[in-house]
């Protein structure tokens, strides 16, 4: 597969659905898929045992046989922790994610991919088109293989745009899956399984939007993983990773505000909320990376600048751990995760009393230099202001200044220390090479600068340094996903428009009718496109004597399928009939009288979201502004409700009757 800079990605020979990544190649993130799958299978085995063992313990009264499932749920238990033990690792191995380069940099934390179960889909899918559709499943064999092969595709993504666009693909495609095959009051008895991408644990449901938001987790989690290995070393390299961790954060956020009571933990709110705090503390360290690559120039503004950028990347990631060390986030997160975000609070601590430091000790006030803004600088740099004398007078006087440097840097060498110390405790972290070096290479460079303004003569008490304010230059956006860069087709395109071809609606079956054209022509008048209606018919005429009705939707003329014939084919069609009779085939859609009063409005010609789409809910009403993005019945799931504000044009075709009508 190309790299991120190819979007379109691999086209099947026989299709147009993009090809995930070879499941077999031996990658180490590949290797390290694979041991993840690995694992979600022995857990799940392992449950289930543990779900049988429990069940034969209360259910039987034989003592023996109790103290028998009682050894046996031991073992298995020990046994599960063993396996959510060996995922955390796995979870842990952020190393693999990293950019390949001989660059020192600090680390940054991906999601792993969740993996799912094979999904039989193709017998329930076949009953519903010969059941519902009234058409021989055999002639939709190509578009059931496009489907499953899609499906297999988008379980290994590539670490690129074009594993985006893939995910993506699949998951608009679920809009039309939904309405063409998911009825509201029928129960398909395709059960979506996933396993939760921190603890292995699986889970499964019926509901179609279950798997739409497992894809759009998968989304978020390619992006964690495409920002952790980009080059931050330039400017495009940290501009890209800025721009990822932007629209993972978008994406999870996305899946908190319009799925809720999912039934994994790692898709509930409060994992979501903190796995978005996490991606926005990402972004904002990379914002830190790009200051000090345009390089810290020996200037005191710049210098202070540095100390409060680092300072608001430390306070984010101090948020972030809070939120990990909560209840119930705390009970599954890796803890190598909470340690190193805490290991990163502390360093970036270190780092802003660093820089404070420096341009202390080395400022300089030139004669161009503006006294006041360099006062005012100072002024807005501490949380409190530092005890002793005023702060011109700091600036003024070199042993002031060498002062309040030394207790900044006395407290950088302390966070360091710390830093370094937490760091210690984790012994997933003390394998990774690359963070060891950096905490060791900050740390020193403060003991060196401290060595440089420490005298042997300094008899004073050095003075408590004030926290640095967090300031910063560039404030992290959340990205939602555009769907609507990724545009799709119905697979199932051929059954028909889903303003009438869909699973909530119910029609007659086929009618061929037989007409004589007269001299008045055949009696009937036709609105409306895709397909198109027969909005009037003539009393005594040619279609009222041959059984023609009002209301009735053409879909063959001469045996030529008119579903998808916008209305000025269907008159052509009509015009062109070198006989005296033409045969129609018509349906009649059996409609509520919910869906009567929504037809009659779209006959108005005041079509509304509400005839297309089952709810208000923002998942849904989102989706009518463009056909692109997936829209689905939360049967399970809560809906978190919303208007729509978006316009009501949608590139689904729709029956919709203009106030002009055709007579044949």
Same mark, same amino acid.
């Given at each position: 597969?190309?790299?991120?800079?190819?979007?379109?990605?691999?086209?099947?020979?026989?299709?147009?659905?993009? #090809?995930?990544?070879?499941?077999?190649?031996?990658?180490?993130?590949?290797?390290?898929?694979?041991?993840?799958?690995?694992?979600?299978?022995?857990?799940?085995?392992?449950?289930?045992?543990?779900?049988?063992?429990?069940?034969?313990?209360?259910?039987?009264?034989?003592? =023996?046989?109790?103290?028998?499932?009682?050894?046996?749920?031991?073992?298995?238990?020990?046994?599960?922790?063993?396996?959510?033990?060996?995922?955390?690792?796995?979870?842990?191995?952020?190393?693999?994610?990293?950019?390949?380069?001989?660059?020192?940099?600090? !680390?940054?934390?991906?999601? $792993?991919?969740? %993996?799912?179960?094979?999904?039989?889909?193709?017998?329930?899918?076949?009953?519903?088109?010969?059941?519902?559709?009234? %058409?021989?499943?055999?002639?939709?064999?190509?578009? +059931?293989?496009?489907?499953?092969?899609?499906?297999?595709?988008?379980?290994?993504?590539?670490?690129?745009?074009?594993?985006?666009?893939?995910?993506?693909?699949?998951?608009?495609? +679920?809009?039309?899956?939904?309405?063409?095959?998911?009825?509201?009051?029928?129960?398909?008895?395709?059960?979506?399984?996933?396993?939760?991408?921190?603890?292995?644990?699986?889970?499964?449901?019926?509901?179609?939007?279950?798997?739409?938001?497992?894809?759009?987790?998968?989304?978020?989690?390619?992006?964690?993983?495409?920002?952790?290995?980009?080059?931050?070393?330039?400017?495009?390299?940290?501009?890209?990773?800025?721009?990822?961790?932007?629209?993972?954060? $978008?994406?999870?956020?996305?899946?908190?505000?319009?799925?809720?009571?999912?039934?994994?933990?790692?898709?509930?709110? !409060?994992?979501?909320?903190?796995?978005?705090?996490?991606?926005?503390?990402?972004?904002?360290?990379?914002?830190?990376?790009?200051?000090?690559?345009?390089?810290? =120039?020996?200037?005191?503004?710049?210098?202070?600048?540095?100390?409060?950028?680092?300072?608001?990347?430390?306070?984010?990631?101090?948020?972030?751990?809070?939120?990990?060390?909560?209840?119930?986030?705390?009970?599954?997160?890796?803890?190598?995760?909470?340690?190193?975000?805490?290991?990163?609070?502390?360093?970036?601590?270190?780092?802003?009393?660093?820089?404070?430091?420096?341009?202390? /000790?080395?400022?300089?006030?030139? !004669?161009?230099?503006?006294?006041?803004?360099?006062?005012?600088?100072?002024?807005?740099?501490?949380?409190?202001?530092?005890?002793?004398?005023?702060?011109?007078?700091?600036? #003024?006087?070199?042993?002031?200044?060498? #002062?309040? $440097? #030394?207790?900044?840097?006395?407290?950088?060498?302390?966070?360091?220390?710390?830093?370094?110390?937490?760091?210690?405790?984790?012994?997933?972290?003390?394998?990774?090479?690359?963070?060891?070096?950096?905490?060791?290479?900050?740390?020193?460079?403060?003991?060196?600068?401290?060595?440089?303004?420490?005298?042997?003569?300094?008899?004073?008490?050095?003075?408590?340094?004030?926290?640095?304010?967090?300031?910063?230059?560039?404030?992290?956006?959340?990205?939602?996903?555009?769907?609507?860069?990724?545009?799709?087709?119905?697979?199932?395109?051929?059954? $028909?428009?889903?303003?009438?071809?869909?699973?909530?609606?119910?029609?007659?079956?086929?009618?061929?009718?037989?007409?004589?054209?007269? %001299?008045?022509?055949?009696?009937?008048?036709?609105?409306?496109?895709?397909?198109?209606?027969?909005?009037?018919?003539?009393?005594?005429?040619?279609?009222?004597?041959?059984?023609?009705?009002?209301?009735?939707?053409?879909?063959?003329?001469?045996?030529?399928? /008119?579903?998808?014939?916008?209305?000025?084919?269907?008159?052509?069609?009509?015009?062109?009939?070198?006989?005296?009779?033409?045969?129609?085939?018509?349906?009649?859609?059996?409609?509520?009288?919910?869906?009567?009063?929504?037809?009659?409005?779209?006959?108005?010609?005041?079509?509304?979201?509400?005839?297309?789409?089952?709810?208000?809910?923002?998942?849904?009403?989102?989706?009518?502004?463009?056909?692109? =993005?997936?829209?689905?019945?939360?049967?399970?799931?809560? =809906?978190?409700?919303?208007?729509?504000?978006?316009?009501?044009?949608?590139?689904?075709?729709?029956?919709?009757?203009?106030?002009?009508?055709?007579?044949?």
């Amino acid at each position: 597969m190309t790299e991120s800079g190819e979007i379109e990605g691999e086209l099947r020979s026989d299709g147009s659905v993009r #090809k995930g990544c070879d499941p077999f190649a031996q990658t180490q993130r590949s290797k390290l898929q694979n041991r993840r799958a690995r694992i979600n299978l022995q857990i799940n085995k392992e449950m289930l045992m543990r779900a049988g063992a429990e069940n034969l313990f209360r259910a039987t009264t034989n003592n =023996k046989v109790k103290e028998t499932v009682a050894l046996e749920l031991s073992f298995v238990n020990s046994n599960l922790q063993l396996l959510k033990e060996e995922l955390e690792e796995l979870n842990s191995s952020v190393e693999v994610y990293q950019n390949e380069n001989e660059s020192v940099s600090v !680390p940054m934390i991906p999601l $792993g991919l969740k %993996e799912t179960k094979d999904v039989e889909l193709t017998m329930p899918l076949k009953d519903l088109i010969e059941e519902h559709y009234n %058409e021989p499943a055999c002639r939709y064999e190509k578009e +059931l293989k496009e489907l499953a092969d899609l499906r297999q595709a988008m379980r290994t993504p590539t670490r690129n745009d074009a594993g985006i666009e893939l995910l993506m693909e699949y998951y608009n495609q +679920l809009y039309f899956i939904d309405n063409r095959f998911f009825p509201p009051n029928k129960n398909m008895g395709i059960f979506f399984h996933w396993y939760d991408s921190l603890t292995g644990v699986p889970s499964y449901q019926r509901a179609l939007a279950f798997e739409k938001g497992s894809v759009l987790f998968n989304i978020g989690a390619l992006y964690t993983q495409i920002g952790a290995r980009q080059e931050r070393t330039t400017k495009e390299g940290i501009d890209q990773a800025i721009d990822a961790f932007q629209k993972a954060a $978008g994406a999870l956020n996305y899946l908190k505000e319009n799925f809720s009571n999912a039934p994994s933990l790692d898709m509930s709110t !409060p994992s979501l909320n903190m796995l978005v705090r996490l991606m926005i503390a990402q972004v904002q360290e990379c914002v830190f990376e790009n200051v000090m690559l345009a390089g810290v =120039k020996d200037e005191f503004l710049m210098q202070l600048q540095s100390a409060q950028e680092a300072a608001r990347v430390a306070d984010v990631y101090s948020l972030v751990y809070q939120t990990m060390t909560q209840p119930p986030v705390k009970n599954y997160v890796p803890f190598s995760w909470t340690t190193m975000v805490q290991v990163k609070s502390e360093y970036f601590k270190a780092v802003s009393h660093y820089f404070a430091a420096v341009a202390l /000790c080395d400022h300089t006030m030139g !004669p161009d230099a503006d006294e006041s803004e360099h006062v005012k600088a100072l002024q807005q740099l501490h949380v409190t202001m530092p005890e002793g004398p005023s702060l011109i007078t700091v600036l #003024k006087d070199n042993e002031e200044r060498r #002062k309040l $440097g #030394k207790a900044h840097l006395k407290k950088a060498i302390i966070k360091h220390e710390e830093a370094m110390r937490i760091h210690s405790l984790c012994r997933i972290l003390r394998k990774m090479d690359i963070l060891q070096e950096v905490l060791a290479v900050a740390h020193k460079r403060s003991l060196k600068k401290y060595s440089e303004i420490d005298r042997e003569d300094d008899f004073f008490e050095t003075v408590e340094a004030p926290d640095i304010h967090p300031k910063t230059q560039q404030k992290p956006e959340i990205k939602t996903p555009n769907f609507s860069k990724v545009k799709v087709t119905d697979i199932f395109h051929r059954l $028909g428009p889903l303003s009438v071809f869909s699973a909530k609606n119910r029609w007659s079956s086929v009618r061929d009718v037989d007409l004589e054209k007269s %001299e008045k022509g055949f009696g009937f008048t036709l609105r409306g496109d895709s397909p198109v209606l027969i909005a009037g018919v003539v009393p005594d005429g040619s279609a009222d004597k041959a059984g023609l009705g009002e209301g009735e939707y053409i879909v063959s003329v001469n045996e030529q399928d /008119c579903k998808w014939s916008k209305h000025s084919e269907v008159v052509q069609l009509l015009k062109t009939v070198s006989t005296e009779s033409i045969k129609i085939g018509v349906i009649t859609l059996n409609t509520t009288e919910h869906q009567n009063n929504a037809d009659r409005k779209s006959l108005l010609g005041t079509m509304s979201s509400a005839s297309i789409f089952s709810g208000s809910d923002k998942e849904n009403s989102r989706k009518i502004a463009d056909s692109s =993005k997936g829209s689905g019945l939360l049967t399970t799931w809560n =809906k978190r409700k919303n208007t729509n504000k978006d316009g009501s044009t949608h590139s689904v075709p729709f029956s919709a009757v203009t106030d002009d009508g055709s007579f044949y």
